[in-house]
């Protein structure tokens, strides 16, 4: 794993859009409104804490002072019974599987370091989620059949990178077009841009 | 509304935009040379009078018409291609070039040399543009594919730079053999005639890309191909033919050409966004300048009708 | 989500009452609507607005029939209500849980549903191809699954129908099976990520082609070109997508149909004949019966079971048209795996719609010796959303960290390849009941499917074969993934009652003025995405019904 995000498109930012038609009245309130994190109303003070531990492990922002929030969102989410279309058979609903799940991630934890997971060191706390993808559970009952790689997979990473990339610092960093309409593109060839997107990538392989 | 106030701080500069700049440039300064060739022209005393010396004037402002259809064209088509390749400056200047050259009066001087020799260049560019465009689209994925065809480098329009050129050249032969007014009549009428059907052949391709959506787009395709057939026709049977439906057919190209820009402004201008989407609209929707190339044939046609009819050899 | 969003007039309050419906060219506007009163019994209620239902109460209301549609969905007008924002834009999916079982559980949702007036072509990519004639006749022609109650030569004619309708923009020239008329509008320019998918052929040395797509490549009515904004599976704000919203449905309207929309349609009534009188639906905080002739269901493979299901009564225990237990079941769906790669120039696939060039040779070519499954596959050329393939990298690898954030730092120049592979007819694969209830009370869905061997013959196989085009084309780093999308069956038609629900007319066996319009109608999958032809079968229905009622023998 690598020490530090890259960057390929440094200095990029879509919000240099937002006075342009690339951005329409409906999107600009979206955005707006996602701009400051709703209260939290779901998670009680336990599981938010391995929650904000969980969104740290999962998308590390060391180069930001002020990183993207990820962990209000999915709270209001859940606040909001937001579902996805689906219920697996073998799973709670995901209010419910959430909670489970983050105090199964706690209980690894302290099994293995007797110390609750937001309280690990960033390595301490990889290794753990790594250990439970593969199945390597040393709590199992915590997890009272809670399918530990697909709550891990599906429901936390899947809803985590959902609102990391709907942010527009995570459309910059990757160079995304970010919101287009009315304006869409005009060049859609290989290595070809407009110049309302992204320069070129700083790639150090090219 | 403002823009919200979580901002990355950019803690580079910015990378390279595609260069856009010089390309802005080279049309800045196309304009001010066609520009600067046409206030000079109305400045200067206009001494022709008769049928023959009104004819090569027509004919060369059919040609400077033209050649601003090329300039303005090419400029957007090639910012659309983001000028990748330094040749793509080529066109709009010679473009600007031949327009200067087409406003100059045809004559023996170091001037007139010059205008001479810049047609010969368009005609060249023309021509070898072409073969760049047919590059262009013969290495994609598909090769002389449709998609390529409506897609890729647009096939005929570097053509149309070699029509400004030829126009040019066959007025300075019209100038140079004031005597043969009716045989070069002749010819400038096949010529034109063939111009027109070649300048449809490109109509026809982009208006079926656009699926003839509009029955208007029907028009630039029937009424110049029956312009040119005539003309042709004219040209191969010169006595006793009856000019005036040629004549009428050539005036309707010359006013399709002022229709069509209408039109296509009016398109651009219910694309996605509109005018205020105009970066996006003024490249994709259909191209403005384009249509006024057709009222710079209708000219050159009209002025070769005027010789055909209104001159006779002299031995 | 709460915080922020588009206003939510439309999924809070009906928009269709009053005598008019929402202009869906305009920001704001309306347009006049015919409506009936409850206790007028109309000669058709449609319960689904979809490539099935917004088909047919077009051709019946123009017929002259009196037509009530529902949706449980709101009635958008994308220029003003569809954000550029993946989050925002999950609102046109069907987001209340199924529940999934079986050995390999569905997701189901954004890949499969439609929650809204034009059902999921709000915010379907707009791949319209049509079936190999053969697979009308897989079991008699090929040797697998069934043959549809219908000859290929009268769907022939119903795709060219159905390609006028939604102005499709394809290529000149088709490479593969028999001759089609030219498609109406010409096709688009391919992007970077399909140019991918053509020099991989191109290497192979198997055909490819533009996409045939449903967004126009020049203007239609007040439907402006498309402007590539690549957002086309959360919703075109620009009305270029030829969506059932901006093509069938003005035309229903037009027509004198009445649209219902947020009408969640929970049973079908019954009368003592046997005979279905109405529908029961749930709109503006209460129940409400519409009487009717007829009644149509057109909620897809999911909901169209579940209503007759939910509509048992003393009569029909096991629900409607179900004596011969074939609701809920050969419910298929498309394999959708995908090979990804990371290429050296820039593909920047988030510009223009998804798929713009696809390959159909698997549906085509016999004879390959490769060749170890029934069925086919196309595939097309991708072009995910940020948070679309977030899901997908972390599903398929499991990577977080600093590691997520440098593969998705990548995004610019990744390509992929994905497959819609035909899945066989299984009769376990299927909808029932759940115990869950809803927010209306009423029992949840249970989907529980599972491959079959030929089903995981036929995904390895297009596996390796995307994997060996996007090498030739440049590719590296290779990613392969496993998704599925799109539904089929669920409800089929066929020539017999003990194997079916319904005839070739989409008339249930069991009871005559009952009848089911939409992709739970289809005997077998086929390796093409469904919209096109559930549109062209909905219009030979609507064809056949209206002929029907000529003759006096609805």
């Known amino acids: ?206 | 509304m403002r823009a919200p106030s979580h901002r990355e701080v950019p803690t580079a500069p910015r990378t390279r935009r595609p260069h856009t700049g010089l390309g802005r440039v080279v049309v800045g300064l196309g304009i001010a040379l066609a520009g600067a060739a046409l206030a000079g022209r109305a400045m200067r005393p206009r001494p022709e009078t008769g049928v023959h010396q009104k004819s090569i004037r027509r004919t060369r402002d059919g040609a400077a018409i033209l050649g601003a259809s090329v300039l303005f064209d090419s400029a957007l088509e090639h910012l659309r291609g983001g000028f990748e390749n330094r040749a793509m400056y080529v066109a709009p200047t010679m473009a600007a070039v031949s327009v200067a050259a087409s406003l100059a009066e045809p004559g023996s001087g170091g001037r007139e040399r010059g205008a001479r020799l810049a047609h010969i260049v368009s005609l060249a560019t023309g021509v070898i543009g072409t073969g760049f465009h047919l590059y262009n689209i013969t290495k994609r994925p598909g090769g002389i594919s449709w998609n390529n065809l409506f897609y890729a480098a647009p096939i005929g329009a570097p053509g149309a730079l070699a029509v400004a050129g030829a126009l040019g050249m066959s007025t300075e032969v019209l100038a140079a053999q004031p005597r043969n007014g009716r045989r070069n009549g002749r010819a400038l009428a096949g010529l034109t005639g063939a111009f027109l059907l070649g300048e449809t052949a490109e109509v026809a391709l982009l208006h079926f890309r656009g699926a003839f959506h509009n029955p208007a787009m029907y028009l630039p395709v029937t009424v110049p191909t029956a312009a040119g057939i005539a003309l042709i026709s004219l040209a191969l049977h010169p006595d006793g033919r009856d000019d005036r439906v040629a004549r009428a057919l050539l005036g309707t190209v010359g006013a399709l050409g002022l229709l069509g820009t209408a039109f296509h402004i009016y398109g651009v201008g219910r694309n996605m966004g509109g005018w205020s989407n105009w970066r996006q609209n003024a490249l994709v929707g259909p191209p403005t300048p384009a249509p006024i190339s057709f009222t710079g044939l209708g000219l050159a046609g009209l002025a070769a009708v005027d010789l055909l009819q209104g001159t006779e050899d002299r031995r | 989500m709460s915080a922020g969003a588009v206003s939510h007039v439309a999924e809070d309050r009906p928009r269709a009452t009053g005598g008019r419906a929402p202009d869906v060219f305009s920001r704001s506007g309306w347009v006049p609507m015919r409506e009936h009163a409850l206790g007028d019994e109309v000669d058709f209620a449609i319960v689904g607005s979809g490539c099935g239902g917004a088909v047919l109460a077009t051709k019946l209301a123009e017929a002259g029939h009196s037509v009530v549609m529902f949706d449980a969905g709101p009635f958008w007008r994308p220029l003003s209500d569809f954000a550029s924002d993946e989050r925002e834009q999950d609102k046109l999916y069907w987001l209340d849980p199924r529940v999934s079982d079986g050995d390999d559980p569905l997701e189901l949702g954004a890949n499969n549903s439609g929650r809204n007036v034009g059902g999921s072509t709000t915010h379907f990519q707009m791949v319209s191809l049509r079936f190999r004639p053969d697979w009308f006749k897989s079991r008699s022609k090929l040797g697998y699954a069934v043959d549809w109650p219908v000859d290929w030569h009268e769907m022939w004619h119903y795709y060219a129908e159905a390609e006028r309708a939604m102005a499709i923009s394809g290529p000149i020239s088709y490479p593969w099976g028999p001759k089609r008329g030219r498609y109406p509008y010409r096709e688009h320019e391919v992007n970077a990520a399909g140019l991918v998918l053509a020099r991989g052929a191109e290497a192979l040395g198997v055909a490819w082609a533009p996409t045939p797509l449903a967004t126009v490549s020049a203007p239609r009515g007040k439907s402006p070109p498309c402007v590539y904004r690549g957002m086309c599976k959360i919703g075109c704000s620009t009305n270029a997508k030829q969506s059932m919203l901006v093509t069938y449905i003005p035309r229903a309207l037009a027509a004198g149909a009445e649209i219902r929309d947020l009408a969640m349609v929970g049973r079908i009534d019954t009368g003592p004949d046997g005979r279905v009188t109405g529908v029961e639906f749930h709109r503006d905080g209460g129940w409400h019966v519409q009487r009717a002739r007829n009644v149509v269901v057109a909620g897809y493979s999911i909901e169209t079971p579940r209503l007759l299901l939910n509509s048992a009564c003393g009569r029909y225990p096991n629900g409607l048209a179900n004596g011969s237990d074939q609701v809920g079941r050969y419910l298929m769906v498309h394999s959708n795996h995908a090979v990804w790669a990371e290429m050296d120039e820039e593909i920047r696939w988030y510009k223009g719609p998804p798929s713009m060039a696809c390959c159909e040779h698997w549906n085509y070519d016999d004879d390959d010796p490769s060749r170890d499954f029934h069925g086919g596959y196309s595939f097309m050329s991708q072009g995910p959303l940020p948070g679309d393939f977030a899901g997908t990298l972390v599903t398929a690898t499991g990577a977080f960290g600093l590691d997520l954030r440098e593969r998705m730092a990548r995004y610019n120049r990744m390509a992929g390849l994905k497959i819609v592979g035909e899945t066989m007819p299984q009769a376990d694969n299927r909808v029932t009941l759940s115990d869950e209830k809803d927010g209306f009370g009423l029992p949840r869905a249970r989907i529980t499917f599972g491959y079959c061997d030929n089903d995981r013959r036929l995904y390895r196989h297009s596996l390796r074969f995307m994997s060996r085009m996007l090498q030739a084309a440049g590719g590296h780093d290779l990613l392969e993934t496993s998704s599925t999308a799109h539904l089929m069956g669920g409800c089929r038609m066929g020539s017999d009652p003990e194997t079916s629900v319904t005839d070739a007319n989409g008339r249930s066996w069991e009871i005559p003025n009952l009848w089911i319009c939409d992709g739970s109608l289809m005997p077998t999958a086929g390796g093409v995405n469904p919209a096109l032809t559930i549109v062209a079968n909905a219009a030979r229905i609507g064809d056949r019904i209206v002929a029907m009622g000529r003759k006096g023998t609805i």
């Not at chain 1, 003070?45 to 531990?53: F, G, H, K, M, S």
């Open chain 1, 1 to 206: 794993m690598t020490e530090r995000f890259s960057a390929p498109y440094r200095g990029y930012d879509v919000l240099d859009k937002w006075d342009t038609p690339s951005f329409n009245d409906q999107t600009r309130r979206v955005l707006r409104g996602r701009m400051d994190p709703p209260p939290r109303r779901f998670f009680s003070d336990t599981e938010w804490r391995v929650l904000l531990a969980l969104c740290a492990r999962a998308m590390p922002q060391p180069e930001r002072t002020d990183p993207v929030a990820m962990a209000p969102f999915i709270d209001a989410d859940l606040h909001a019974g937001r579902g996805t279309g689906t219920r697996r058979a073998d799973m709670p609903e995901p209010g419910a599987a959430w909670r489970r799940g983050l105090a199964a991630l706690d209980a690894e934890a302290v099994a293995r370091h007797g110390r609750g997971f937001a309280d690990l060191d960033a390595a301490a706390a990889n290794a753990i989620l790594r250990a439970v993808d593969s199945g390597d559970l040393a709590d199992p009952a915590a997890w009272d059949g809670l399918p530990a790689q697909r709550f891990l997979r599906e429901t936390a990473l899947k809803h985590i990178v959902s609102i990391y990339y709907s942010q527009p610092q995570g459309m910059s960093e990757i160079g995304y077009g970010g919101p287009a309409s009315p304006r869409g593109y005009v060049r859609l060839g290989t290595d070809r841009i407009d110049p309302w997107e992204a320069p070129h990538g700083q790639w150090p392989d090219r």
